[in-house]
């Protein structure tokens, strides 16, 4: 069992910078796979990016590349998700997950532990 709990959403400007968090806790957090996902209103979960056990692999969706940067720390069992250059269509609830998959898994279903989202609005 993993728990996962993300930090770091709000309320921001277009343009503007959140850093996201999520905390890890449980079985090895370094068996796994993490991934970022988002959910705007009456829409599916998207993918966002992901991250290998490593580390050294980031992958994102076409929408955040170059904006967006995974990373995680797994001596302090964190992924972050810095967000650059945010636009309206950004606003979503942003979810952080677990799989063991990987490096590039992209499907939900990939995913066995998910957090309960943080909420990311962008204004225009």
């Known amino acids: 069992q993993v728990h996962l709990v993300e930090s770091g959403g709000g309320l921001v400007q277009a343009g503007g910078s959140l850093r996201l968090s999520c905390a890890a806790s449980?079985?090895?957090?370094?068996?796994?796979?993490m991934g970022w996902f988002r959910q705007a209103p009456g829409k599916g979960r998207e993918f966002v990016a992901a991250?290998?056990?490593?580390?050294?692999?980031?992958y994102y969706v076409d929408s955040v590349k170059g904006r967006f940067t995974m990373s995680r720390d797994n001596a302090k069992n964190t992924v972050y998700l810095q967000m650059n250059s945010l636009k309206p269509e950004d606003t979503a609830v942003y979810y952080c997950?677990?799989?063991?998959?990987?490096?590039?898994?992209?499907?939900?279903?990939?995913?066995?532990?998910w957090g309960q989202g943080t909420q990311v609005t962008v204004s225009s």
């Open positions: 997950a677990a799989s063991l998959r990987g490096p590039q898994v992209t499907f939900p279903g990939s995913y066995i532990y």
């Open positions: 449980g079985r090895t957090f370094s068996d796994y796979t």
């Open positions: 991250i290998s056990w490593s580390g050294d692999r980031p």
